[in-house]
């Protein structure tokens, strides 16, 4: 299972790339807006600026809701840097910018996924990612994981190669579920990667065999 992290924050990505085990970033217009990143040369540089951190894949989302400007953002973030994977909403003109992008050799990511429907669509295109939003669909009194589950197995009745990339990961247990049910991908913050270190048992132990240690060499 590939760990991205989900922030357009610099030092959250550093600590997370120290920590070794990160595959790559997502990012949106709310997650750049957060870091304060704002105006057309200021976001591209950004993203350039989170490519030198990770050895990974980093997802660049357009802002245009036509085809015709998707493609045109889309084309300018992929030459940004080979890194890059272009993020496109699940809208009419998305599917066919995620086609024309999967024409083209470009790697994308089919952002705002909500059913099973959206999900084969997505597939059918040829993105390269596709991200379920599972946190937004808990908030709503609505199992996320469930849509994980549902779309592992339409994909894998006809082996699509999308890869499920489950977003809106709110905590560790997310992250757990999500690898027993077989998701590709998972995009959370920080601090549900690391709370996947967290056992007071480990905590526990280590103390005792430090006091051990201690008792033996005095
Ligand atoms: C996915 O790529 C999105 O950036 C993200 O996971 C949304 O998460 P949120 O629901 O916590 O905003």
Known sequence: MKFFIDT?????????QA??????????PSLMAKEGITGANNILKHY?????????????????????????????LASLHPQIVVKIPMTEDGVKALKYFSDAGIKTNCT??????????????GATYMS??????????????DLIEDIRLV???????????AASVRHTMHIVNCAKIGADVMTGPLSAIK??????LT?????????????GNQ
């Open 48 to 76: 350039v600026d989170i490519c030198e951190i990770v050895d990974g894949d980093v997802s660049a989302e357009v802002i245009a809701v036509d085809f015709e400007g998707m493609v045109r953002e889309g084309e300018a």
């Open 132 to 145: 379920p939003f599972i946190g937004r669909l808990d908030d709503v009194s609505t199992d996320g994981l």
């Open 203 to 215: 905590d526990i132990g280590l103390a005792q065999f430090l006091a051990d240690h201690k008792k």
């Open 155 to 165: 994909y894998d009745n006809y082996g699509f190669e999308t890869e499920i990339l």
């Open 8 to 16: 357009a924050n610099l030092d959250q990505i550093r600590e997370a």
């Open 19 to 28: 920590l070794g085990v990160l595959d790559g970033v997502t990012t949106n």
């Open 112 to 125: 705002l996924i909500f059913s099973v429907g959206q999900a084969l669509l997505a597939a059918k295109a």
């Open 195 to 200: 709370g996947l270190l967290k056992h007071p």
